[in-house]
């Protein structure tokens, strides 16, 4: 059956095929850009957030806070990542094309195949990116692969604490002035209490409210 619809159907030209998937990833990235104005415009309130509850004196949920939007600035930067390997499988694919016109047929594109690999490990983008690989695959671009579990071999204590460097240089830049105003000792002591501690002086509902909605948007 399938042989007798190949048969009837002819197989899109090199050309179609390009402008379909062209246009398909500069939807996703216009999908990525939204999603990036979504964050940052939720980041915005997070800030006021923070600087509230350090006037409040209250720098357990105003690190509580930072560390969300460290979280998110992280996932705003894989997105910009994203963004410009979707612009570089649109640019191969384009070269692609070009020399099929000399040759008659579609070659294989080892960068390609790279970057579709490295983006179906992406959270975001990985069901979008298992279906360019079957069209890629099918059409020749590309070559059948299996999508490599990501390394876990990273240190999670070093990761720990550079989320938790960047969570002070967020707390310096958003309420730097008012946590500045505390007694150092007091200010001190609330930095560096454990993360549950901290989060004893936070409106449990305002704090999970605002999770929900940076998990929404990041998501």
Wanted: aromatic fraction near 2%; glycine fraction near 2%; include cysteine.
């Amino acid at each position: 059956m399938e042989k007798m619809r190949n048969m009837i159907m002819p197989k899109p030209n090199p050309q179609q095929l390009l402008r379909d998937w062209q246009r398909r990833l500069r939807q996703e990235c216009r999908n990525i850009e939204r999603q990036i104005r979504d964050i940052q415009r939720e980041e915005k309130s997070v800030q006021k957030a923070i600087k509230e509850a350090a006037k409040r004196n209250d720098m357990g949920s105003a690190r509580s806070l930072a560390k969300e939007i460290v979280t998110s600035r992280r996932t705003v930067n894989r997105l910009y990542e994203n963004k410009a390997q979707l612009n570089s499988i649109s640019m191969h694919l384009g070269e692609s094309v070009a020399v099929a016109r000399t040759v008659g047929h579609m070659s294989k594109s080892a960068e390609v195949m790279k970057i579709v690999n490295n983006l179906m490990k992406a959270p975001q983008m990985a069901v979008t990116m298992q279906e360019f690989n079957k069209e890629m695959t099918k059409a020749g671009i590309i070559e059948e692969m299996v999508n490599d579990a990501v390394d876990s071999a990273l240190d999670s204590d070093d990761i720990e604490d550079e989320i938790e460097d960047e969570v002070d240089k967020v707390l310096t830049a958003i309420a730097g002035e008012t946590a500045s105003q505390l007694p150092e000792a007091a200010r001190k002591e609330r930095l560096k209490q454990p993360a549950q501690a901290e989060e004893e002086d936070v409106d449990d509902d305002d704090l999970e409210e605002i999770r929900a909605r940076l998990d929404k948007v990041r998501s």
